[in-house]
Nanobody
Framework: VQLQASGGGSVQAGGSLRLSCKAS????????TGWFRQAPGKEREFVAA????????DYSDSVKGRFTISRDNAKNTVYLQMSSLKPEDTAVYSC??????????????????WGQGTQVTVSS
């Protein structure tokens, strides 16, 4: 499975962006799909994850209430709608998919496939 992340860009604080993660084949054959981010000089950080069916989601405390993860298995795509963006959200965002049977995971080591990152820059 190859994952293609897109939708990053530069916005002002308070703005919104929607990231997309498109898989090269049916995503319902994978299980959890997650978004992670990494800012310069910082470790990779879990952002959000969604189960295979889309009925279970998980968010980090830093984005809960501002970001929404969703998926459209017919389009092999997982989305991350980001609203009320803050400068501290600035990072390279990457998506990942897991073959494991759990609903979702926060640990990057639980994921088997990774897409390239897309840059999100939020200015104050």
């Amino acid at each position: 499975v190859q994952l293609q992340a897109s939708g990053g860009g530069s916005v002002q604080a308070g703005g919104s962006l929607r990231l997309s993660c498109k898989a090269s084949r049916r995503t319902d054959r994978s299980h959890a799909t997650g978004w992670f981010r990494q800012a310069p000089g910082k470790e990779r950080e879990f952002v959000a994850a969604i189960s295979r069916s889309g009925d279970a989601t998980d968010y980090s405390d830093s984005v809960k209430g501002r970001f929404t993860i969703s998926r459209d298995n017919a389009k092999n795509t997982v989305y991350l709608q980001m609203s009320s963006l803050k400068p501290e959200d600035t990072a390279v965002y990457s998506c990942a998919a897991s073959w494991r049977s759990g609903a979702y995971y926060r640990n990057p080591s639980e994921y088997d496939f990774w897409g390239q990152g897309t840059q999100v820059t939020v200015s104050s």
